[in-house]
């Protein structure tokens, strides 16, 4: 499982065939001036030689070669190639016959975009690509794609499910573990350009010198492969270091400490990409500590990095005493006012949804709502409420519902990936964040399908338009093996895995279940804790008549922070359809659903299905063992037997805790737990 999605095993024959007259004839002219050019032809070579194996065809002398670099490259400016509309990123791939030998191009205007490009290339060979006919440009759709690190200075990782913190501080600057070079590597394979290090719940002191030097280390290994390093800052840090009196952003001593803390980052780390900021939130500090706006705590520290071109990533995902009414409701609170009065280096980092990373929610309402300011996305890799690392649920099919929903800002087709790319509305700092699941675990991810998230993620930020269908397909025919005998039942468990886990966890639009604090396992009957939106019975609202928030205008009334169609689709219960009822409806036990059945019958029934989609998982699974390795295979078989049986438990305990508020019987074949 180290070798992540780039195991590079031998082509089926006839492709072999086909490629391995260009597997020893890697030209790359920069090569001896540039790393990353360096890094991208031995890229290629390290996969052709994999893909074709020991074999006479691959004897050098063939002709065939593989020409890569940039427009510096005689070569490449000699085949004057349209490298003009690639902008930083992009590439071309191309073949190009000359004289009965072939050549396969691979060109962009940075060695980065080379580097992406040589990667695109092996994966288009693994997917069954025509060695002779390729004609492909591509350049990523956002500028900023980036993984959030949740990782703690001692090496915890908060919700890490894939062992300790792969930056081992201790060691570092003096001693840089390998597994970073495979980090970045993995990283760049995927289009992945930036790495928060550090957890946004941050402490002061990574951000002094040390931890500095520890950061810049870790950023010389990851410069070459284009991923820039950014850090979680600590409001109150200046403060608890004891520099200054207040963290008041408009003390001038406040402003005057961040700029000397950003001038010293900077000389350790020349291309330092920013600041990830959680403030107000969960306990942190920030600003509104001093009656200050978010605004004005983004802006002091905006102006701290803008000298150097650093960028500010201010998080929307707050929530606190101020909307007590309704949680979902206090991000676009507290946001929506500030629209318009952001510096032009500061981009909101807005989660998906607008509670928490739930296994399904509606898209966040600020999306859409404020036109003048850049916003991201910040989607959950690691799955936190979807079963950390045992249970299958591939995440490309959540994200694609949330990129596509219509957020109707400026009428229909107004999507959340057209806001978050900037197309909507012309922005040019764009970006999607990961808080990753990457840990020092030997497969990196806690499991072999965790692995399909980490990679989806960056497809996905790389160009939003590919389908979940599409990125499983190439991530299986190159995780497993590029047959369809196994790729076409691998992708049918993974398309079905996110839809069991809503149906066994939180069907028909409810959400906020799980068991507190760790959030593994049921726990809908919890109400005793400190903070009413802590528990979950403040999500479901079950009692005697019904089920279910209601969030339209008798109840929370959050579906007016939507644009008026999405709203007024919200709030129809006719129309607002299954996925979503319970988030924004109460309704009564035997109210008819659209399948005919009453609402219990049917939360009965999602329960069910939930189960029996890791039963199907399971069968799909066991049919494959003699096209699996042993090792991935007998994980996988145990992993899926403990979705089963917990699969089973949150079924059992939750429809036992909601016969009892409603007084239906017990279906049969429910166990309540112990
Ligand atoms: O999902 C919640 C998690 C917290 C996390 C927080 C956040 C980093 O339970 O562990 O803190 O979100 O996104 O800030």
Redesign the pocket.
């Known amino acids: 499982g180290y070798d992540l999605w780039l195991r590079y095993q031998p082509l089926p024959e006839a492709q072999r065939v086909a490629v391995a007259p260009y597997a020893h004839s890697v030209v790359a002219e920069e090569r001896g001036s540039d790393g990353t050019i360096a890094i991208a032809a031995g890229e290629i070579e390290r996969g052709l030689a994999g893909l074709v194996g020991p074999s006479d065809e691959a004897a050098p002398g063939s002709g065939h070669v593989v020409l890569i670099g940039t427009a510096a490259a005689p070569s490449i400016a000699a085949l004057d190639l349209p490298l003009t509309t690639l902008g930083e990123d992009g590439f071309v791939i191309r073949s190009v016959a000359r004289g009965g030998k072939h050549m396969i191009v691979v060109a962009a205007n940075r060695p980065v975009g080379v580097l992406y490009g040589a990667f695109a290339l092996l994966r288009r060979l693994q997917t069954g690509a025509d060695v002779t006919a390729f004609d492909l440009r591509e350049t990523p759709r956002v500028a900023l794609r980036l993984l959030n690190h949740?990782d703690n200075l001692d090496r915890t990782v908060?919700?890490g499910y894939a062992g300790q913190s792969i930056w081992d501080w201790w060691k570092l600057p003096d001693y840089a573990d390998p597994r970073y070079t495979d980090y970045a590597r993995a990283n760049a394979s995927i289009g992945i350009n930036g790495a928060v290090l550090n957890?946004?719940?941050a402490r002061p002191d990574s951000l002094t010198g040390p931890w500095i030097a520890k950061a810049a280390k870790v950023a010389d290994v990851l410069r070459p492969y284009g991923i820039k390093v950014y850090l979680s800052a600590r409001w109150s840090a200046p403060v608890e270091l004891n520099e200054t009196a207040t963290a008041d952003p408009l003390d001038p001593a406040v402003a005057t400490w961040w700029k000397a803390k950003a001038n010293e980052i900077y000389r350790a780390i020349p291309d330092f990409g920013g600041f990830l900021v959680?403030a107000n939130?969960?306990g942190q500090p920030g600003p509104q500590d001093y009656k200050r706006s978010h605004a004005d705590g983004a802006n002091m520290l905006a102006a701290a990095v803008a000298p150097h071109g650093g960028i500010v990533m201010w998080?929307a995902?707050v929530y606190s005493q101020v909307d007590p009414e309704d949680r979902a409701k206090q991000a676009y609170s507290e946001f929506k006012p500030l629209d318009g009065a952001f510096a032009d280096n500061v981009v909101l980092q807005v989660?998906n949804g607008p509670i928490?990373?739930q296994p399904r929610e509606p898209f966040h309402p600020l999306f859409g709502a404020m036109p003048k300011t850049p916003l991201m996305i910040e989607f959950?890799i690691t799955k936190?409420y979807l079963g950390f690392a045992t249970h299958l649920a591939y995440l490309a099919p959540m994200w694609e519902e949330a990129l596509g929903a219509d957020t109707y800002a400026k009428g229909k087709g107004s999507t959340v990936a057209k806001v978050v790319d900037g197309s909507l509305e012309r922005h040019r700092l764009t970006g999607m964040a990961g808080v990753a699941n990457i840990g020092s675990d030997r497969n990196w991810s806690g499991s072999t399908f965790d692995q399909a998230n980490w990679y989806a993620f960056g497809r996905l930020a790389w160009d939003h338009a590919l389908s979940s269908e599409a990125i499983a397909r190439e991530w299986a025919a190159q995780t497993f093996a590029p047959d369809p005998a196994v790729v076409d039942p691998v992708v049918a468990m993974m398309l079905e895995s996110r839809q069991a886990v809503v149906d066994y966890m939180t069907p028909l639009g409810l959400a906020h279940l799980m068991a507190t604090g760790h959030?593994y396992g049921p726990g809908p009957w919890v109400s005793d804790l400190a903070r009413p939106e802590w528990n979950p019975v403040y999500y479901h609202r079950a009692d005697r008549e019904g089920i279910g928030f209601d969030r339209t205008a008798s109840g929370s009334n959050a579906v007016a922070q939507y644009a008026p169609p999405v709203a007024r689709r919200f709030a129809d219960r006719s129309r607002v359809g299954d996925d979503y009822l319970l988030w924004f409806h109460h309704v009564g036990w035997d109210e008819r659903m659209a399948s005919g059945r009453s609402l219990w019958a049917e939360l009965v029934h999602r329960y069910d299905r939930g189960v029996a989609s890791v039963a199907d998982m399971q069968a799909r699974w066991a049919a494959l063992e003699p096209r699996i390795d042993d090792a991935r295979f007998e994980q996988v078989t145990r992993f899926l037997a403990i979705q089963r049986q917990e699969a089973t438990w949150w079924r059992d305990a939750s429809i036992a805790y909601f016969a009892d508020v409603s007084k239906r019987p017990l279906p049969e074949g429910v166990r309540p737990p112990a």
């Open positions: 949740w908060e919700r957890n946004v719940n959680k939130s969960e998080r995902f989660k928490d990373f959950q936190e959030h």
